[in-house]
Nanobody, 125 residues
């Protein structure tokens, strides 16, 4: 499956930004989806995940209550709505897909099968 992330940009602290990730090539609903991020000099970290059906979501503690992941299987798209952004949220954000039609996807990046190209999110203080 090919993934194309979009929606990044520059925003002030406390602001909001929405990311999208469009999938093509395979049956989108056969995949659990995740959002990860990587700041300069740091390892890629899990941000949020959503099950193949969209019925289950889970978040890193650092974004819980501020970020919302969702998906629209009819549009082959997964979203990440980011509110109350902080400077420490600054990173390149990646969407990823793992073939799974049960339970929740992993939080480990290496377990995902496909990756988007990343989109930069910069939060100014």
């Amino acid at each position: 499956v090919q993934l194309q992330a979009s929606g990044g940009g520059l925003v002030q602290a406390g602001g909001s930004l929405g990311l999208s990730c469009a999938a093509s090539g395979r049956t989108f609903s056969n995949y659990a989806m995740g959002w990860f991020r990587q700041a300069p000099g740091k390892e890629r970290e899990f941000v949020a995940g959503i099950s193949w059906s969209g019925g289950s979501t889970y978040y890193a503690d650092s974004v819980k209550g501020r970020f919302t992941i969702s998906r629209d299987n009819a549009k082959n798209t997964v979203y990440l709505q980011m509110n109350s952004l902080k400077p420490e949220d600054t990173a390149v954000y990646y969407c990823a897909a793992e073939r799974r039609t049960y339970g929740l996807g992993p939080t480990e990046a290496y377990k995902y099968d496909y990756w988007g190209q990343g989109t930069q999110v910069t939060v100014s203080s």
